[in-house]
């Protein structure tokens, strides 16, 4: 089964507006990680936060890691047609050699 | 070119057939791995390499191979194709250090059995 689960599946907004998408994970992880996928291309790493991390911040990105609720939410703020792709979060477990594993991902439409 | 490039980008092949999915890095990265992306699976993890001449089972290893004789190569052999083996393949890098644990992405394999 899979570590990491985004919520929602799918997300339409317009263009200006703010996205936000949310991961929920298992087991104890080291850092969750945050990735992009435009159609037909291969995965962009957005962010990183570790563990011991409540918030960061990058560009129009912001990240938060609750580890109690074993949960993290990605906003992205001023959404732009540019912005459409799916959004994957990635959990790197504790000893795990640096593997991640990855949820089904949220598809996020910006509309013009 | 400096990056992760992978070969070949698209493939049609028959079951029963022997494929390699070539995966290339020029950052002298330690780790490696190989994930397949299905529709609703997001990316699972196939196999991984720590470095080079190490290599070990990630979550769907089943028919397929790996070897890392080399630190920057990294291919992915699929023994006798399945229709169930129909994905898209991605090569995936990172360093190894406590302080980065970001994976950099090759283009994708769209790998297609008949």
């Known amino acids: 089964s899979q570590q990491g689960e985004e919520d929602p599946q799918a997300l339409s907004i317009q263009e200006g507006e703010n996205a936000t998408m949310n991961c929920s994970y298992k087991t104890s992880i080291n850092n969750l990680q945050w990735y992009r996928q435009n159609s037909g291309r291969g995965l962009v790493h957005l962010i990183l936060i570790r563990s011991n991390e409540r918030e960061k911040h990058s560009g129009r990105l912001r990240v938060t890691l609750d580890t109690s609720k074993k949960s993290s939410s990605l906003l992205i703020t001023a959404s732009r047609a540019a912005d459409t792709a799916s959004y994957f979060c990635?959990?790197?477990?504790?000893?795990?050699?640096?593997?991640?594993?990855f949820g089904a991902g949220t598809r996020l439409a910006v509309h013009p | 070119d400096a990056g992760i490039t992978q070969s070949p980008r698209y493939k049609i092949t028959e079951t029963g057939r022997q494929v390699t999915l070539m995966c290339h890095q020029t950052w002298s990265h330690s780790y490696m791995f190989w994930y397949r992306q299905d529709l609703g699976h997001g990316l699972r993890l196939i196999y991984y390499s720590a470095a080079a001449d190490i290599t070990d089972k990630g979550e769907v290893p089943d028919g397929y191979v790996v070897s890392r004789s080399k630190t920057e190569n990294f291919p992915l052999t699929l023994e006798s194709a399945t229709r169930s083996q129909t994905s898209v393949y991605f090569c995936a890098s990172s360093e190894r250090t406590a302080l980065s644990y970001e994976q950099y992405f090759g283009p994708g394999t769209r790998l297609t059995v008949t």
């Open positions: 990635a959990t790197g477990i504790s000893g795990g050699y640096n593997k991640l594993i």
